[in-house]
Nanobody
Framework: QVQLVESGGGLVQAGGSLRLSCAAS????????MGWFRQAPGKEREFVAT????????SYADSVKGRFIISRDNAKNTVDLQMNSLKPEDTAVYYC???????????????WGQGTQVTVSS
C-alpha cells in the first residue's frame, strides 16, 4: 500500500516556475514507477510525466517537454515535478500516481494523491 500527498501548487504568472512534490508513505515506494497527471475543469485527466523506479527512464507529454522535469529521491520517498516557463494552459489540478511501470494512461496507475491546484495567470 502506498499513500501519496502532493504539495507545492499555487498561483504563478505566465513564464514563472513552480516545483511540485509528492511524498509517499510505504516501504515499497522505490519499487514503483511514478507519474504526474493533470486535470483542467471540464477536461479529462491527462498524462504529464512519468519516471521509472530507478529514475533512469523518464517520459513527458509533448505539451510539457523541455519545460517540465520529473525527478525522484527514493531515500526520501519523494517525486518532484519542476515546472518552468509556465503557460496559462498549464492551469489544472496536478496529481501524482504510483504504478508498476512508466505507463502513459491514468487507468494503469494504482495509487493516487489528492491533487494540488496550479493556476497560471496571463
Amino acid at each position: 500500500q502506498v499513500q501519496l500527498v502532493e504539495s507545492g501548487g499555487g498561483l504563478v504568472q505566465a513564464g514563472g516556475s513552480l516545483r511540485l512534490s509528492c511524498a509517499a508513505s510505504g516501504r515499497t515506494f522505490s519499487s514503483y514507477a511514478m507519474g504526474w497527471f493533470r486535470q483542467a475543469p471540464g477536461k479529462e485527466r491527462e498524462f504529464v510525466a512519468t519516471i521509472s523506479w530507478s529514475g533512469s527512464i523518464t517520459s513527458y507529454a509533448d505539451s510539457v517537454k523541455g519545460r517540465f522535469i520529473i525527478s525522484r529521491d527514493n531515500a526520501k520517498n519523494t517525486v518532484d515535478l519542476q515546472m518552468n516557463s509556465l503557460k496559462p494552459e498549464d492551469t489544472a489540478v496536478y496529481y501524482c500516481a504510483g504504478g508498476t511501470n512508466t505507463y502513459l494512461r491514468a487507468k494503469d496507475y494504482r495509487y493516487w494523491g489528492q491533487g494540488t491546484q496550479v493556476t497560471v495567470s496571463s
